[in-house]
């Protein structure tokens, strides 16, 4: 009879350490194995040693999926890693909170950081490496390299956020060549970012498989956002129309109606319902180059972009006749 | 007893055959090995191609030099090579006119091109891969995506050609993420572009070493530049006041001359005296920089661009109180 208990994980003084127990009855008595350094998370802040890690981990001929975010995560976040995870031998994580997709008067200092929380989850998730730099690391002195698209970003949230493609462009630019992977995913809730990063990807001919991960969702429908921590709950009901509006879109789609302007029209008046709205953009368009879609005649983009009092939702969903 | 000869390189018909010869005495009996396809020269066109082939030479934890061109390849070219092929287990020379760092009326048409005399001394310098790839090749349908640095370009050659660097920094981005080399090579003579890829380097964090090779310079110090094939004989000895220039300059700095104005409106006195000669710029500035010095304190750049007929020509050099 062979009763083996392993991998219990400790949470000890901000290292994670592991116990890999085997208890047996049988012929060895029992016996207790501390295998520290190789199953341990790995936490990483500087390039170097990430470039020289993932080096590494390509030489054993394996495979590296990278899931690049700005921490805080959420169940969105898991179930990119949950992706990742599947396809590749070797699972990174990025958290930093990019400055440069920020502009002035945004909420980057105020944007939620929770460290700790984020190496439970990605533990849990079964994380190889968490790359989290400074922002010194990232943008030294003198730096001066700027990454620009001429037409994805001239959409969507492109419009009231006009630099911010180009600091994502850079930074994923910047991770790709630190990270080295060979599948990067991103959340489609950002399904502009994924479109760019795809265009990107293509331009620059980084031989790196773009992947795209499904929304998640709250019960109710909303949603999964880091942003969201910061609704009250009046405003977390009023939330809810941005899924509600893409619902009364799909219905609207699928029982015949064709004209673009119409459903936009309609669901301006319903979002105007909600308490402390203000949309900043409804649009139907094109899933490929995002440009706008009058008469609906194959499966269509629709996104929009709603401030709940102060905070700026988005959310988005494929419609199709 | 145990003796081996091996890797005997023949150049036979234009294509390497390597003899890996086994000669023993003991229990085995002599063998030869003929094995032709490794060794030949190969000619890479598409993307995914030279992506997999560096990718497999990586796995084999081979580095990899990379030498990338426009073509038309003189001995300045080679010295980079031979520098490459010194440092380096594969060898790679990408040849490639780039449209994007062309303006309209610059020479893009009728830039020189010898594909198959650059094969020969390709060849010659033990190039293991040449990639050359279409214009349309790099540059499909819909590309969009645009790379440009703030600063380093606003001096020198960047304000005669105010687009070319950023087609510069944007082919050597693709050229990197296709090529995966450990090392990039380029000339010194364009100092300009050798700075800008640098700091391009490492803002973008490609895990890259980007090496600089001596200018080579003909018998009477002219510069070696593909562009001078455009020269008629007169202006063939018009274009040595660029090297003269130099070495004007030197001289008067090592004599104690400080102040840069008086040695540039010497040297341009000088230069205007040469037949069909038209200065672009003639600078004294920080080597790391770029930015223009008054008092010459330390070790400066030199740098200058000077229309002989229709071919503007450029040459510089460090000069040392």
Redesign the interface.
Known sequence: MLVDFFTRLLYCRGKWICFILFYKYGNKPCSIQLWPEETIIKIVTT?KEM?ARS?SI??Q?KKIAFVPTMGFLHDGHCSLLRKGRLSCDDLVLSIFVNPTQFSAGEDYDSYPRDLEKDLQLAEKEGVDTVFTPTKEE?F?K???????????PRHLCGLSRPSHFQGV?LVV??LF??V?PHVAIFGEKDFQQLAIIR??A??????IRIEGGAIVREADGLAMSSRNTYLSSEQRKAALCLYNTLQKSKKMVEQGEKNSSNIINEMTIFIHRHKETQIDYISICDPE?LDDIDSINGPVLMALAVKVGKTRLIDNMILSP
């Open positions: 390039v470039q080096e390509r030489n001929e990232l030294g003198n730096f001066q390299t700027g990454i620009e698209l001429t037409k994805l462009a630019t910047k060549n630190i080295k265009q990107m293509r331009d620059l001919d980084f031989d180059t």
